[in-house]
């Protein structure tokens, strides 16, 4: 490294600090951006400010989609996306309005001398609210225990749970669509702090538990417990005082037949 610069150096310097205050910022890495189907995101060029002269573009994977050139001129070539994109005249950051889950994937920005940003945009469909249904064919009428299903219909890129209160009981994970995907849930009776929730890395839908028809509720089945044990208490009580009545009553007959028996018959003693 030199141990002076001259004054050549000094102004290139200055020069190429001024480009990149007044243009852009090379990125080195991929970004991600993450929105639900439906809402509005905003791609950034990392542009502060156009040039005059400066052409733009978009590409979705290698196809052109988007150019912006002179601050002023936009053009958009993708059909399927007509009337969904804006591009900002200032910055060059690309919005896309209504997004689909098709929008996602790697967009570009470049210009005639470099690429500017990539982004990874993920696009994920709206989540259904998860429907909790008694398993009949696991239930009975005689079975003291209780099994519940928690399903979701087509959905792909999720985690289907049970939670009680705010701790994990099981879950599976989704990741191709599916016509419906299913999480049992066995127990011996179950209360309101039961709950299902479907969710993605963005967004979350929860369904309680809370119709007690589905299961046996644990306060009922305490409560049932709990009388059926002061029942068989009592009676087991009844049954032994009945026992000692009987012994009581057996020992005084015969000792009053023994008394009978001795003052008919009086021994020759006397």
């Known amino acids: 490294m030199p141990k002076h610069i001259n004054d050549m150096d000094m102004f290139v310097f200055i020069c190429l600090c001024l480009w990149s205050l007044n243009g852009v910022f090379v990125a080195d890495a991929v970004k991600s951006e993450s929105v639900t189907e439906g809402e509005s995101v905003s791609l950034n060029s990392s542009f502060t400010q156009i040039h005059r002269d400066e052409e733009i573009q978009w590409k979705f994977g290698k196809i052109l989609i988007a150019k912006l050139k002179n601050n002023k001129e936009s053009k958009f070539y993708d059909e399927s996306a007509e009337g969904r994109l804006k591009l900002d005249?200032?910055?060059?950051?690309?919005?896309?309005?209504?997004s689909r889950t098709t929008d996602s994937g790697l967009y570009t920005v470049f210009t005639s001398r470099d690429t500017i940003n990539s982004i990874n945009l993920t696009v994920y469909a709206r989540l259904p609210v998860p429907v909790i249904s008694s398993n009949s064919s696991l239930?009975?009428?005689?079975s003291s225990s209780c099994s519940l299903v928690c399903s979701a219909v087509n959905v792909s890129h999720v985690t289907l749970s049970w939670f009680k209160g705010?701790?994990?009981?099981?879950?599976?994970?989704?990741?191709?669509?599916?016509?419906?995907?299913?999480?049992?849930l066995h127990l011996e009776c179950v209360d309101d702090s039961y709950s299902c929730v479907l969710n993605n890395p963005i967004r979350n839908q929860t369904q309680h538990l809370n119709n007690t028809q589905l299961c046996h509720t644990c306060a009922a089945v305490h409560c049932c417990g709990f009388t059926e044990a002061v029942i068989r208490l009592a009676l087991s009580a009844l049954v032994g005082v009945?026992?000692?009545?009987?012994?009581?009553?057996?020992?005084?007959?015969?000792?009053?037949?023994q008394k009978k028996s001795v003052q008919k018959y009086p021994s020759n003693s006397d």
């Open 89 to 98: 005249h200032q910055t060059g950051s690309l919005t896309i309005i209504n």
């Open 166 to 184: 705010n701790s994990v009981f099981s879950s599976i994970r989704v990741s191709d669509l599916s016509s419906r995907s299913d999480l049992l």
């Open 242 to 257: 009945a026992t000692v009545a009987v012994l009581v009553y057996d020992i005084r007959s015969r000792s009053l037949q």
């Open 139 to 142: 239930n009975s009428s005689s």
